[in-house]
């Protein structure tokens, strides 16, 4: 999990018991998201999957805001994630059956504006 709040992300890790890491970071930077990538391949010696369920509810569009302002959001809602993708795909490759995709529980999470940890933890887990 990478969150840059360490108070919520150990409420999240507390629920996990132990079967989860977190990466206090927000991903601004490219070297940021291969620091996390190499962070995950240090506890845990392989990546399995790739979920995205980051991005920041900005409200930029057509009507709220101007091309630059539409690339800034885009930069800051987008990037990272490909970012992450890019970096963890040679060890995504090795597990015959790993996914790299943004999954439809975590588009309703993002639909709905919940984000963790406003619902408890074993929800979201059953939701995927």
């Known amino acids: 999990m990478l969150d840059p709040s360490e108070k919520e992300g150990k409420e999240l890790l507390d629920l996990a018991k132990g079967k989860a890491l977190q990466i206090p970071v927000r991903l601004f930077e490219a070297k940021d998201a291969l620091d996390a990538i190499n962070q995950t391949l240090k506890a845990y010696g392989r990546i399995d999957g790739l979920v995205n369920n ?19 959001s885009v930069a ?43 619902i408890p933890l074993p929800k979201v887990l059953n939701w995927l």
């Open 54 to 72: 980051a991005g920041v509810n900005d409200s930029i569009g057509l009507e709220n805001g101007n091309p630059e302002s539409f690339a800034h």
């Open 76 to 118: 800051r809602n987008l990037h990272h994630y490909y970012q992450l993708a890019h970096y963890a795909l040679p060890y995504l490759k090795k597990i015959q059956s790993s996914q790299h995709r943004q999954y439809p529980a975590a588009r309703r999470l993002s639909q709905a504006k919940e984000t963790p940890p406003d």
